[in-house]
């Protein structure tokens, strides 16, 4: 059975979880700028964080600059501890980019590497003051 889910067309696997198709399931997510300023934003369960805000977007000038390579940080942002704990494990690639991330937190993410979960309905993120491409260092 687990091998007809693996590679059934009728499911797909983001982190540890399936998700069937054609059941699309949206939340809310609610992004924090280090000024306060919030906005809201739909997320469909099994995306990525950074597709969400994606590039060319006026509130948040910058972010997601490598189309979600897991090369640039600038998608970095903070999770609450809470969804911190539930998300799929932080790779050894996420983490050397991470390592030169401005403002760095215990829960620092990068939203192209964290896949959207039922459980982060309402969860407030937040986004760092200084958003920085490494690829320029």
């Given at each position: 059975?687990?091998?007809?889910?693996?590679?059934?067309?009728?499911?797909?696997?983001?982190?540890?979880?399936?998700?069937?198709?054609?059941?699309?399931?949206?939340?809310?997510?609610?992004?924090?700028?280090?000024?306060?300023?919030?906005?809201?934003?739909?997320?469909?369960?099994?995306?990525?964080?950074?597709?969400?805000?994606?590039?060319?977007?006026?509130?948040?000038?910058?972010?997601?600059?490598?189309?979600?390579?897991?090369?640039?940080?600038?998608?970095?942002?903070?999770?609450?501890?809470?969804?911190?704990?539930?998300?799929?494990?932080?790779?050894?690639?996420?983490?050397?980019?991470?390592?030169?991330?401005?403002?760095?937190?215990?829960?620092?993410?990068?939203?192209?590497?964290?896949?959207?979960?039922?459980?982060?309905?309402?969860?407030?993120?937040?986004?760092?003051?200084v958003i920085k491409?490494?690829?320029?260092?």
């Amino acid at each position: 059975m687990l091998q007809f889910l693996l590679f059934s067309k009728d499911f797909r696997v983001y982190g540890e979880r399936f998700y069937a198709e054609g059941k699309t399931q949206w939340i809310t997510i609610i992004f924090e700028k280090a000024d306060g300023t919030q906005f809201k934003r739909k997320a469909k369960v099994g995306g990525t964080l950074q597709e969400i805000i994606g590039q060319n977007n006026p509130e948040f000038p910058g972010y997601g600059a490598c189309d979600g390579t897991v090369s640039c940080s600038t998608c970095h942002l903070i999770l609450p501890e809470d969804i911190f704990d539930k998300v799929e494990l932080i790779t050894d690639e996420e983490q050397d980019v991470l390592d030169y991330a401005p403002e760095r937190a215990p829960t620092s993410r990068l939203g192209c590497a964290v896949s959207i979960l039922p459980e982060m309905d309402g969860m407030i993120v937040k986004l760092p003051a200084v958003i920085k491409d490494i690829r320029e260092s």
